[in-house]
């Protein structure tokens, strides 16, 4: 195999070996600091990388040239791979850094969300509903003005604390009769 391409696959590798970790494990050290944009460590990287192969690439396919010749066309080819590859690298760095998330649950998002009695709510005392909020199943504490049964479905009309709601039930008929006879 040619040495130039030798050569140049090697600095691809380099820059694909640093590339990985940066997208993996983050910054590597205080290299990177806190560089942005063409100058954070995944831009650099893909850079390098694509220098490195982008040259091979040139360098296998151009007939027997002189050692300068091929290493200057190497370079040139390689810019042209890395340029793209380096701009798609500091993308993907902001599109992941910027990524929406869903914000902090406070107790005013749980006004409004429906669940289902898991321990029986007496009247004015606590008992344990679970909530379906944001997608996830979250269990309160709960009370009520009236005796909830285990499995009545609610909605929360309070949040007296963060972990506790007042609910009312939104059973058709009222809440279900519990076994104990103490549902209204």
Do not use: C, N, W
Not at 24 to 52: K, T, Y
Not at 84 to 95: D, E, K, V, Y
Request: proline fraction near 9%; charge should be negative.
């Amino acid at each position: 195999m040619d040495p130039i391409a030798v050569a140049f696959l090697a600095v691809g590798g380099f820059g694909l070996l640093v590339l990985v970790l940066a997208l993996v494990v983050g910054e590597i050290g205080e290299f990177g600091g806190d560089a942005d944009g063409p100058f954070s460590l995944p831009a650099i990287a893909a850079f390098v990388g694509g220098v490195g192969f982008g040259g091979a690439a040139v360098t296998a396919l151009l007939p027997p040239l002189a050692g300068a010749l091929t290493v200057l066309l190497a370079v040139v080819g390689g810019l042209v791979v890395a340029l793209p590859l380096a701009a798609g690298a500091i993308r993907l760095s902001a599109s992941l850094r910027d990524m929406p998330t869903e914000p902090t649950l406070t107790s005013d998002r749980l006004l409004g969300a429906q669940g289902v009695v898991v321990s029986g709510v007496p009247a004015g005392g606590f008992g344990e509903v679970r909530l379906s909020v944001a997608g996830q199943q979250l269990k309160y504490h709960a009370r009520s003005a009236v005796p909830l049964p285990a499995g009545t479905p609610v909605y929360v009309v309070d949040t007296p604390s963060d972990t506790s709601v007042e609910v009312v039930s939104t059973a058709p008929d009222g809440p279900p009769a519990s076994p104990g006879g103490t549902a209204s």
